[in-house]
């Protein structure tokens, strides 16, 4: 039972180039997050999804593209990257109003 | 828009000390306030308060969520060094597809 999974685990990009961030879980959960966490800012949310081929923008959404084809995979897309997007990103699900579940996050830098 | 405010930012203290953490929020149509501590990675689940006045107790870790002036406070007696950590206050409103808003963090380091 691997819980929540994220690939890849590290990625140096160059700006401009683009890249996709997958999260998979086990867990069946019908919710699924993805944040951003950077120093001093906490965890801030980029897009959700309250459900297979759903998906919502969050707080800071702006650079990135989200989908969600299959219940069990959220995708996190850089279309262009940039420096600015040099973070550490987490996936996180939920089965409604519990706790939330993290992947080990994805460190991505930019330069 | 949904506020966490965590203080204090950052803390050192001495193995076997008494800490205390706290969090405020600011949320409309509030639903729980959660406790995760993160060391390199992943944060893990803490707490989830939802009634105010309840205290959650783990071992060494206790929490307990005041509604009416809006913190919640997170205690650890007899500190370790493997407390050391991240400590993330979130809050969740109703209606909100569950999503979470987290504070800044609070970072505690304990040393022998």
């Known amino acids: 039972n691997a819980g929540v999974t994220q690939t890849p685990k590290f990625r140096v990009l160059k700006t401009g180039q683009s890249m996709t961030l997958l999260c998979a879980q086990d867990?069946?959960?019908?919710?699924m997050y993805w944040y951003r966490q950077d120093p001093g800012m906490g965890l801030r949310l980029i897009h959700y999804s309250v459900g297979e081929g759903t998906t919502a923008k969050g707080e800071v959404p702006d650079g990135y593209n989200v989908s969600r084809l299959k219940k069990q995979n959220f995708l996190l897309g850089l279309e262009s990257a940039a420096p600015s997007q040099t973070s550490v990103y987490f996936c996180?699900?939920?089965?409604?109003?519990?706790?939330?579940?993290f992947g080990q996050g994805t460190r991505l830098t930019v330069v | 828009e949904d506020k966490v405010v965590q203080s204090p930012l950052s803390l050192v203290v001495h193995e076997g000390d008494t800490v205390t953490l706290n969090c405020s929020y600011e949320v409309t149509n509030f639903r729980s306030l959660l406790w995760y501590k993160q060391e390199k990675k992943a944060p893990t689940f803490l707490f989830m308060l939802?009634?105010?006045?309840i205290e959650k107790k783990s071992g060494r870790l206790s929490s307990i969520l005041d509604k009416k002036e809006l913190f919640s406070i997170l205690n650890i007696t007899a500190t370790q060094t493997g407390d050391s950590a991240v400590y993330l206050c979130?809050?969740?409103?109703?209606?909100?597809?569950?999503?979470?808003?987290f504070g800044t963090g609070t970072r505690l380091q304990v040393t022998l």
């Open positions: 979130a809050v969740e409103a109703t209606g909100t597809a569950s999503k979470l808003t």
């Open positions: 939802t009634s105010s006045g």
């Open positions: 867990m069946n959960h019908e919710y």
């Open positions: 996180a699900t939920k089965r409604g109003a519990t706790e939330a579940f």
